[in-house]
């Protein structure tokens, strides 16, 4: 588990890797897995995958917002970025090692099982990876420095992260609920094969 010393490349190869960890999830199951929920109160996989394209979509929104409001002013760094010890304790938390169940905040609550379509969600969600690799190919380029720029919080408003926080809970949130999906899919597949 990583959840300090990022780099840029770290952040972007866990971006892409994403990408293809989300597609063989949705292309090596059918439709029938993807929109099977385990009980009535849990998630079926396409509803963690959008759960993700609303959670993710909120922290780039942040970011964006702060790479814009004094874009002549963006403080420059070198890289390896570690997030304040709050937020690594806090990655720790949305982590895959952590098999605790979290409260989901209501903006990162997914759609309607029936509003959802497969193919538009897995779409959604590369298309949320390649704005995050956009971003710190940008970045790297201008040498941002991640742990000094900091984003309004999309969960507790009131206290400040840097992007190497948002980044960093991003894909470690990510890495936890592709987990989830792969013992759906398996767990499903065990029951009728």
């Not at 002549?72 to 304790?89: A, C, H, N, Y």
Request: aromatic share 10%; hydrophobic share 35%; charged share 25%.
């Amino acid at each position: 588990m990583k959840n300090s010393g990022y780099t840029y490349n770290y952040l972007i190869e866990a971006f892409e890797d994403a990408k293809a960890t989300a597609s063989s999830l949705i292309f090596d199951s059918d439709k029938q897995t993807l929109k099977q929920k385990p009980d009535e109160a849990s998630w079926s996989m396409i509803e963690i995958l959008n759960h993700l394209v609303q959670a993710g979509n909120e922290y780039l929104s942040q970011i964006n917002t702060a790479l814009d409001r004094n874009e002549d002013k963006l403080s420059k760094g070198t890289e390896p970025f570690t997030p304040s010890f709050i937020f690594r304790w806090f990655i720790k938390q949305v982590s895959p090692e952590n098999t605790r169940k979290l409260p989901t905040v209501p903006s990162f609550e997914p759609k309607e099982l029936s509003d959802l379509d497969i193919d538009q969600t897995l779409s959604d969600f590369i298309k949320l990876q390649d704005s995050y690799i956009h971003i710190l190919k940008r970045a790297k380029l201008e040498g941002l420095d991640l742990d000094h720029i900091h984003a309004r919080n999309p969960i507790l408003k009131f206290v400040p992260m840097s992007l190497t926080a948002c980044f960093g809970v991003t894909e470690a949130h990510q890495r936890r609920h592709f987990e989830q999906m792969r013992k759906l899919r398996s767990n499903f597949v065990d029951a009728t094969g």
